[in-house]
């Protein structure tokens, strides 16, 4: 896979799961890191990891029980 494609598809995943964690009754998150965090630009997106800060997280775990 060439480094262009490996970018895209890091982008599509952290952008689905953020999606999900609204799907899921998350809400925008100002860790920067955190994939819940908004994206104005695409420099956002490679800024954030795939997971959920601790908060999130903890939000998520609480409205699944």
């Known amino acids: 896979m060439k480094k262009d494609d490996t970018?895209?598809?890091e982008r599509t995943i952290k952008e689905v799961?953020?999606?999900?964690?609204?799907t899921f009754g998350l809400i925008h998150c100002h860790?920067?890191?955190c994939?819940?965090?908004s994206s104005t630009y695409?420099?956002?997106i490679?800024?954030?990891t795939i997971h959920l800060c601790h908060r999130?997280?903890?939000t998520f775990e609480e409205g699944a029980e």
């Open 46 to 48: 490679d800024q954030k």
């Open 7 to 9: 970018l895209l598809l």
């Open 31 to 33: 860790v920067s890191n």
């Open 17 to 22: 799961v953020h999606e999900l964690g609204h």
């Open 56 to 58: 999130c997280r903890k």
């Open 42 to 44: 695409v420099e956002d």
């Open 35 to 37: 994939v819940m965090r």
